[in-house]
């Protein structure tokens, strides 16, 4: 089983800055793709950024030079750096991860789920 733990969350007010990480833990073979995805109050949840192992990466077009997306590949960790935030970034923030256990079989695995608030 490989877990993820989200922290980092909390209120912020507009033009902000908050520090989101996830670490995955349990019995790691191989995570591949990481990534933040979040759900705003009434609407679906929505990819915020994703990246590689080998570190490239891709963002939502509505964050884009705001977030930055990186990760630790020793502390099996993902990191999402947002800045200039704005109140419709206000939402409930997802890890994900890929992993590939030891028999090749693919897991999806999803965090808790963390609280950001803009708001003044």
């Known amino acids: 089983q490989v877990q993820l733990v989200e922290s980092g969350g909390g209120l912020v007010q507009p033009g902000g800055s908050l520090r989101l990480s996830c670490a995955a833990s349990?019995?790691?073979?191989?995570?591949?793709?990481m990534g933040w995805y979040r759900r705003a109050p009434g609407n679906e949840r929505e990819l915020v950024a994703t990246?590689?192992?080998?570190?490239?990466?891709n963002y939502a077009a509505s964050v884009k030079g705001r977030f930055t997306i990186s990760r630790d590949n020793a502390k099996n960790t993902v990191y999402l750096q947002m800045n200039s935030l704005k109140p419709e970034d206000t939402a409930v923030y997802y890890c994900?991860?890929?992993?590939?256990?030891?028999?090749?079989?693919?897991?999806?695995?999803w965090g808790q789920g963390i609280q950001v608030t803009v708001s003044s």
């Open positions: 990246i590689r192992r080998v570190g490239s990466t």
């Open positions: 349990g019995n790691i073979f191989s995570i591949n793709v």
């Open positions: 994900n991860a890929d992993h590939v256990d030891n028999s090749g079989t693919y897991w999806s695995i």
